[in-house]
């Protein structure tokens, strides 16, 4: 069983939409769990990171972790046309990385 | 905003031939990684430095070395490529003083061995 799942997708989604994106992991050790969002052709670009259970807001983007589920989401409102992406959860314990597989998101205009 | 870079950005090469992939950070961050990412794959993470003179292998077996003379340089060699050396290999940095210590990626670059 691999530490962390995530589904890669592809997820297409109309602009407006609210994108819900999710891993689940099997590490308790895990200590912060990050989201990042990769264009292609590009490297990856951090979205968002969190150590606790709960909820993170960033202006569109919801980070929430729950640790007694081992399971995190990524939620983007409003969607644009921009948001098109590949969005990667990613774990560390010990400050290394645990990468999901990635899904691909399109928003559709 | 990140400032790690990688060139070359793309290259495409004969098997055998040496090749020296270049990772540059302006952000005097201490830890820096190489990992290796293939479509449809996780990130796998190759080597990592956790400051000048201290490299250290990856989860991912590589015949690729790395070197750190200089905080801001970490750059990844490989002596004969193969084409089972065909993939992306991205550089990332981070600062131990920061809380979680979150990585910050270059753009890549994109190997190919003929």
């Known amino acids: 069983q691999k530490e962390v799942e995530q589904d890669p997708g592809p997820l297409s989604v109309p602009e407006g939409a609210i994108v819900s994106l999710n891993c689940t992991y099997s590490n308790s050790a895990f200590q912060y769990f990050m989201w990042y969002r990769q264009y292609s052709r590009k490297g990856p670009e951090l979205l968002m990171y969190?150590?606790?259970?709960g909820n993170k807001e960033d202006g569109r983007f919801t980070a929430q972790v729950d640790k007694s589920s081992k399971y995190i989401s990524l939620f983007i409102r409003d969607s644009q046309p921009s948001d098109s992406a590949t969005y990667l959860c990613?774990?560390?314990?010990?400050?290394?990385?645990?990468f999901g597989k990635g899904t691909l998101l399109t928003v559709n205009p | 905003e990140a400032d790690i870079y990688q060139t070359p950005r793309y290259l495409v090469i004969g098997t055998g031939k040496k090749i020296t992939l270049e990772c540059s950070q302006t952000?005097?961050?201490?830890?820096m990684y190489w990992y290796q990412q293939d479509p449809g794959m996780e990130l796998h993470l190759i080597h990592y430095?956790?400051?000048?003179?201290?490299?250290e292998k990856g989860d991912l077996s590589s015949e690729s070395t790395v070197s750190r003379i200089r905080t801001e340089h970490f750059p990844l060699t490989l002596e004969s490529a193969r084409p089972s050396h065909t993939s992306q290999y991205l550089c990332?940095?981070?600062?131990?003083?920061?809380?979680?210590?979150?990585?910050?990626f270059g753009d890549g670059t994109r190997l190919s061995i003929l």
């Open positions: 952000m005097g961050h201490d830890k």
């Open positions: 990613a774990m560390s314990k010990n400050y290394k990385l645990t």
């Open positions: 990332a940095s981070s600062d131990s003083g920061a809380r979680g210590q979150p990585q910050h």
């Open positions: 430095s956790y400051g000048v003179n201290s490299t």
């Open positions: 969190t150590y606790s259970s």
